[in-house]
């Protein structure tokens, strides 16, 4: 049987001060809390037994997943009492693993989204003998992740977590955040301390001559860190482009959930999800966007590549592109916020108060 850890801990797992009581990985990415697409996945690649390593919000997790089984799974919740880091959470869930010392145990970062075949890399750390196994991808500008060159044969070389420097940059290829550790390397990790696996763990298997083994798979990958990573997710599932079997309906410009309504000439294309109940009205345009449960989107306006929190009000001839607006927030007709915008939950922006775009 394989098993896997999920880290869902941490601080900046919200997208705070958003999506106000709502962790991240809880945060609907096409139509389902994002995780669900992770536990999906895991399931559909044969994992049974996951354990979410938790810390920040965790008493949301259990409540909506309970004990798995409506996912085919059987899933286990631990709480750090403070965040552990990322090698403290793994140990600290150690003692909820069935493996033996030298089976292996998949972990999971908490807030990717991939198309990684995760049985190829069970199989890759299988027939590589590997101490630890970690999926990478290449990416443009590494300097946000964990660097990990490697040698012809895949072996890893060096673990740079986020690179400072320009001479530290050696490589494209990047931690994806999908590890296969072998049991016994679990519980020779610290016990009852912040241990960070990328900074710590990683960089001390490596100069005690551990072996781990890199695979590249370059398939769809994105790290949701950010709001606007979120959204363009929630879109590439929406749209097919990010495989997952938890999509509450079928893949397509947009998707509609139950109670939600959409006047007959609004717009709905690139990936949009409009939550249940939520209101889109006469000749909108909604693009690339998020539109969680409860919020209404009034005639004629515009939204583009923007996460909309439940229960927002946005006005008639709004425009909003690339903007975050959050939970029960209110931005008045005629409006324009761009590049980044991002109003807070529970507050107002009046009717006609920010602009952009020449005056008439
Ligand atoms: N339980 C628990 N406790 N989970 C934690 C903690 C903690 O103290 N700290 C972080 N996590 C979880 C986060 O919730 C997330 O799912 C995962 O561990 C990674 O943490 P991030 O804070 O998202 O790290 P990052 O994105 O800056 O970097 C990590 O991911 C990159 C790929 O996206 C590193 O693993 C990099 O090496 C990697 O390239
Ligand atoms: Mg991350």
Aim: glycine share 12%; aromatic share 4%; with cysteine.
């Amino acid at each position: 049987m394989t098993e896997a850890i999920l880290l869902v801990g941490g601080k900046g797992t919200r997208l705070r001060p958003l999506t106000v009581n709502t962790p991240k990985p809880m945060v609907p990415a096409a139509g389902v809390p994002f995780l669900t697409h992770q536990l999906a996945r895991a399931r559909a690649a044969g994992v049974e037994h996951i354990v979410l390593a938790t810390s920040y919000l965790a008493e949301v997790f259990e409540p909506y997943f309970g004990d798995g089984s409506a996912l085919g799974l059987h899933l286990e919740y631990v709480t750090e009492e403070e965040p552990l880091g990322t090698g403290g959470a793994i140990r600290n869930v150690a003692s909820r693993l069935r493996s033996g010392p030298d089976e292996p145990v998949l972990i999971f970062n908490g807030d990717i989204l991939t198309g990684l075949d995760i049985r190829a890399l069970v199989a890759t750390h299988a027939s590589s003998g590997a101490d630890v196994s970690l999926h990478l991808t290449r990416v443009a500008d590494p300097r946000a992740y964990g660097l990990v060159p490697t040698d012809d044969t895949g072996r890893v070389t060096a673990f740079l977590e986020k690179p400072q420097t320009p001479e530290e940059i050696v490589t494209d290829q990047i931690n994806a955040g999908a590890y296969v550790f072998r049991r016994s390397v679990i519980d020779s990790v610290p016990t009852g301390r912040p241990v960070s696996v990328e900074r710590e763990t990683f960089p001390e298997l490596l100069a005690a001559g551990a072996h781990l083994q890199g695979m590249v798979d370059s398939t769809y990958w994105l790290d949701l860190g950010t709001p606007q990573a979120f959204v363009r997710g929630s879109a590439d599932l929406v749209l097919g482009r990010a495989p997952s079997p938890a999509i509450p309906g079928r893949c397509g410009d947009s998707l509609v959930l139950p109670t939600a309504e959409v006047a007959p000439d609004a717009k709905l294309t690139g990936g949009t999800v409009i939550g249940a109940g939520a209101r889109i009205g006469s000749g909108a345009r909604v693009i690339g966007s998020t539109v969680l449960s409860g919020a209404v989107i009034e005639p004629g306006a515009t939204v583009t590549d923007s996460l909309i929190g439940e229960r927002a009000h946005i006005g008639a001839r709004t425009l909003l592109t690339d903007t975050v607006i959050g939970d029960d927030a209110k931005v008045g007709a005629d409006n324009e916020l761009i590049a980044g915008a991002r109003i807070w939950c529970n507050t107002k922006v009046p009717p006609a108060t920010v602009r952009f775009s020449s005056d008439q």
